[in-house]
Each structure stands twice: as C-alpha cells, then as structure tokens.
C-alpha cells in the first residue's frame, strides 16, 4: 500500500499550509457552513473518547485555528494542550480564541508537521488530528510520530472525512463535494483550488478499515473505524501498549 500522498493519482501536499493561510480568515465560517455544522458535533464526538481519567496532556496536529483542543479543553479532563501546525495565520486566529477563553496558560500553539514531531518519546497521554491527516506528506511516518509521542497506556484520536458505503449516499455526497463546494468555497473564500483540493484528496484517502491497517501497522492496538454521518467522516481510535 503506498501512503505517501503526493503520486501522481493524488494532488501535490508539497507547502499546502500556503492555501490553508490564504483561506484562514474564511476557515472556521467555511467548515462550519459546508459540512452544515456537523464539524462541531463530530469534534465533541472525538472528545468524548478521551481516555477516562483527569490530567491528560493532548497533541493536537493539524490543529488549524484551534477548534479541536478547545472542544478537548471542555470535557475538563485535559491538563495542558499543545496545538501544532504549519499554517501561521491559522495559528494566529487560534491563539486569538485560545487567549478569549482565558486558556493560554494551559494551550500552545506552535508551528510544526505531523512527520516531524519536536517532542520526547513517551510525552502525551492523547494525541489528536482533526481533518489533516488526509494533508501530509507522508501518513505512514506522520503515525508513527504519534505512536512515538504517545505514553503507554496512551491514545491516538483521528477525525477525517470518508465516502459513504450507502451508494445513493455516495452519489448525492460527491455530487455535493464535487459540483457544489467547490463553487461555494470558492466563491466565499475566493479560492476555488482549495475546495478542488477537499474533494480530490478526500476521495483518493483510505478510509475505514484500511486506515485501521496504517494505524495497526504504525504500532497502534485496538484500532476502530467510527463512520459518522452516513459515512462522511469517520473517527478513529487507536491505543499505544
């Protein structure tokens, strides 16, 4: 199974932190819109398979503007979160809502890619990525960075969107993700590309039981696929021995 996303069947990942900061201040309006806010239930959704005890220290990769580590930050059962991400003007629209809720004594948010993780083995109990697992380079090395990172006894959280098995389902979705975002996202955005590229590398990602088979192969134990929403996007689980 090749897991480096940037062959010639997928489109490029190569500096893709560059379109997420040219969209950055229509983001957060833009996700929300497009997946008609099913993005927050499926972000408290992942939350809500936090490991059951109190003062967990969380990675969140791919962490955008910061949504995913606040939804974590409400079930109270995080300690300190560090948020990291190669997107600075997304980072910086984060730190804005990190500092509005009073928590940038226990959030940080730092530059960074999910392949290269600054970080000690053995440092986090928790380790998330919501929607941008699907943007790096290379999946294979981007998961063992998390099992790496990961506490024993700690757990790997990964939301991404998927196709509906439900063939109708499917056929409206793409019809939706194909014709449709594009043109909307483009149009609020002002950047077409950037919803081509959702739609492009969301239907050549693995998804379901062959993401499962990454994480199994990248150390993880337990793994379990979560589709949500007919399909749409999936929540996986997987824990480090």
Known sequence: MNTDTSTKNNPSRKDVFRMFDRIAARYDFLHHFLSFYRDKVWRRRLAQQLPARDDLDVLDLATGTADQLLALFKTRKV????????????????????????????????????????????????????????????????????????????????????????????????????????????????????YHYLNETVEVFPYGEEFCALMRAAGFTGTRARPMTFGVAT?????KQ
């Open 79 to 194: 300690k300190s979160g560090i948020g990291v991400d190669p997107a600075e003007k997304m980072l910086a629209i984060g730190r804005r809502k990190i500092e509005k809720k009073n928590l940038a004594d226990k959030i940080k948010l730092l530059p960074g890619s999910a392949e290269n993780l600054p970080f000690g083995n053995n440092t986090f109990d928790v380790v998330a990525i919501s929607f941008g697992i699907r943007n790096v380079t290379n999946v294979t090395r981007a998961l063992s960075e998390m099992h790496r990172v990961l506490r024993q006894g700690g757990r790997a959280l990964i939301l991404e969107f998927s196709l509906p098995r439900n063939r109708l389902i499917r056929k409206i979705y793409l019809l939706y993700f194909r014709k449709i975002l594009p043109r909307l996202g483009g149009f609020i955005a002002g950047d077409r590309h950037a």
């Open 235 to 239: 929540l996986y689980r997987g824990d």
